[in-house]
């Protein structure tokens, strides 16, 4: 009886740390090869642009903030950070990355592929999160 406690116990504590230490420290997001190299088919002109930044209006906003700098109203209720889009590290990744996190979403990042399903609107998103780094 005892051991069953302590088994249950030891099981508590662990995943407590797991918890605590992925939220303390995010592991990094690794995108398949195919993805990352995956081109860019839609040309980041003004409208596609524009049509990036209402659908971030939309959806995004909330917790990536209106400038993309991780600063949304809904960070405070999140486990894990959105990252700062006008960073180097941010703005360093594929157009084929970004593609592909926006499509399938890690903890709280949403999976977008379900409510946004058309490929445009999502490289359209790709296009406008772009512009966030060009401000530096
Ligand atoms: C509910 C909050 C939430 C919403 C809404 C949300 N995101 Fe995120 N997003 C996050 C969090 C948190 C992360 C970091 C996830 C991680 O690293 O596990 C993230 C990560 C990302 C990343 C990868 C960042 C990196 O450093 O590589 C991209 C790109 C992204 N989001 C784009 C978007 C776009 C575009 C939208 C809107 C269509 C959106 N997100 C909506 C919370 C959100």
Redesign the pocket.
Known sequence: MKKAILCILSAFVFIIITEAFQTAQ??P?VVPEKNTKMANPVKADAKSIAAGKA??TK??V???GKKGLGD?S?VPE?K????D?TSQ??QS?TDG??FY??AE??????K?KKD?PEDEDRWN?VNY?RSFGAKK
């Open positions: 995010q592991q997001w659908l971030f959806n995004c909330d917790c990536h949304g809904k999140l894990t950070t959105p990252a889009m590290a941010f990744q990355s970004l996190k926006i979403g890690r903890k709280d990042m949403p977008f946004l998103l999160v």
